[in-house]
């Protein structure tokens, strides 16, 4: 049974292109700039490496075609919560947003300040613990921002997903127009046979689609998207054709600029492609780049995020507080500030850390695809009982795409187990811890 404790109800404020800016500004983030050289380290050669790529699109416009049915057919601003609750009651759904308050959310917003922390230390250096300051700081204006109105926070994130874009399109372009450097170019056309032999697709993909991660939150702004039926599926689709073909380009430079030997040897890219088309001294420019993406990523997280806090508290009488949306903001304001103080909890705890980054990541990974996995699968339940309404989006070559997908999400949980460290146990402990947390709240309810 829902009840409704909030003094107002999110009112349509996103289009289509609003909310591709907050996709692109999820996905397109620091990764381009830190993982291409791990997968071409595992790369046959240039032509295995770019498809890739291409296969890591591929496999996120299945999820994407799976979400777009999900969310055409149920919109609201829980998202995933409320997909989960609805095909398999009350607790999946609570402990998904408790993954995603605890966890999930929380822990992204956590290491994409600390990304942005340590390249602003790059152009400022605040001291010893410079990167956790610029970290708490990022954390604390976002959030402030997310507080005033979903219009600011929606129209910051147009400007910055934005930027990014033409950033990338331009860096790319002008690449293109400069000779390569000694062993780089375009020589694919030449090792066609190491696409299916040769190097480590599996390990290559792990990275690949952790690049591409993200996307799926655009579920999380249903409640509030116009004409949502049609937008939902245009900025699912749309969104994952613009981040392919960046991931494609810009990785095509890299090749092009540097050389498939030295992009697997080199720990900063973005410095080395930036430095080679531009110029020394085009380090400071690299560290703005990467730090518009961070803050784009972090503004989007922090919007997406709020809005399953807030259907938490909508449903759950003890957690109420979270379930008010003010009118005025059209924002779910104390769902954004809770959210903010558990990420700053967060920062607080990676300070202390000699490798906060990684830990961040460990942290998140598990937990994130075991409700990826849930949610795809949640698509199967609602075909069974035949519940989408005449006139949504349904899934084309269906069973096709979800099948495709829960085998990558099933891969991707593997391995995300398989190569975590302490920290997945803590994230996997967090979420036990709220079991009890549950039934206290079921207890309430009643």
Not at 119 to 144: C, E, F, P, R
Not at 160 to 186: D, R
Not at 278 to 292: E, N, T
Not at 336 to 349: D, K, P, R, S
Request: glycine share 12%.
């Amino acid at each position: 049974m829902r009840n409704s404790f909030g003094s107002g109800r999110p009112l349509p404020s996103f289009s289509t292109f609003s909310s591709m800016a907050v996709i692109i500004g999820i996905v397109v983030g620091i990764g381009i700039f830190r993982l291409p050289p791990i997968v071409a380290a595992n790369s046959a050669g240039e032509l295995q490496f770019i498809l890739f790529w291409v296969a890591g699109g591929f496999i996120s416009l299945m999820g994407a075609l799976c979400y777009a049915e999900l969310s055409s057919a149920m919109p609201d601003a829980g998202g995933e919560y409320h997909f989960l609750r609805r095909a398999f009651g009350p607790a999946t759904g609570f402990f998904l947003s408790w993954g995603r308050m605890t966890v999930i959310q929380t822990g992204s917003i956590a290491l994409v300040a600390f990304i942005m922390g340590d390249y602003a230390s790059v152009i400022l250096d605040l001291g010893t613990y410079s990167s956790s300051i610029y970290a708490a700081a990022t954390v604390i204006v976002l959030t402030g921002l997310n507080v005033l109105g979903t219009i600011h926070s929606r129209r910051t994130q147009n400007i910055l997903a934005s930027i990014i874009v033409l950033t990338l399109v331009t860096i790319s372009v002008a690449g293109f127009m400069i000779s390569p450097g000694e062993g780089a170019g375009l020589a694919a056309a030449g090792n066609g046979g190491e696409v299916f032999s040769g190097g480590a697709p599996g390990l290559a993909m792990i990275f690949v689609l952790l690049t591409y991660g993200g996307w799926s939150e655009a579920a999380y702004l249903t409640g509030e998207l116009h004409n949502v039926r049609r937008s939902i599926v245009r900025s699912l689709v749309f969104g994952i054709v613009i981040i392919t073909s960046l991931y494609v380009l810009v990785n095509l430079i890299y090749l092009y600029v540097l050389g498939l030997e030295t992009l697997r040897e080199s720990d900063t890219v973005g410095y080395l492609l930036t430095e080679r088309i531009f110029g020394p001294g085009a380090s400071v420019f690299v560290a703005i780049l990467v730090i518009i993406a961070a803050l784009s990523t972090a503004n989007a997280t922090i919007i997406t995020g709020a809005r399953t806090n807030y259907a938490l508290g909508r449903d759950f009488r003890l957690l109420r507080f979270m379930g008010k949306w003010d009118q005025g903001s059209n924002a779910p304001v104390n769902a954004l500030v809770f959210q903010g103080v558990i990420a700053l909890m967060l920062v607080g705890t990676g300070a202390w850390s000699q490798q906060a980054i990684s830990t961040m990541v460990d942290y998140t990974a598990p937990v994130f695809w075991v409700f990826i996995l849930l949610t795809t699968f949640s698509l199967f339940v609602f075909r069974y009982r035949n519940f989408n309404e005449a006139g949504t989006y349904r899934v084309p070559l269906y069973p096709l795409p979800p099948v495709l997908f829960l085998i990558a999400c099933i891969y991707m949980l593997y391995s995300s187990l398989a190569y975590t460290g302490t920290g997945a146990m803590v994230g996997a402990g967090i979420l036990l811890a709220g079991v009890p947390v549950y039934f206290f709240a079921r207890k309430y309810q009643r």
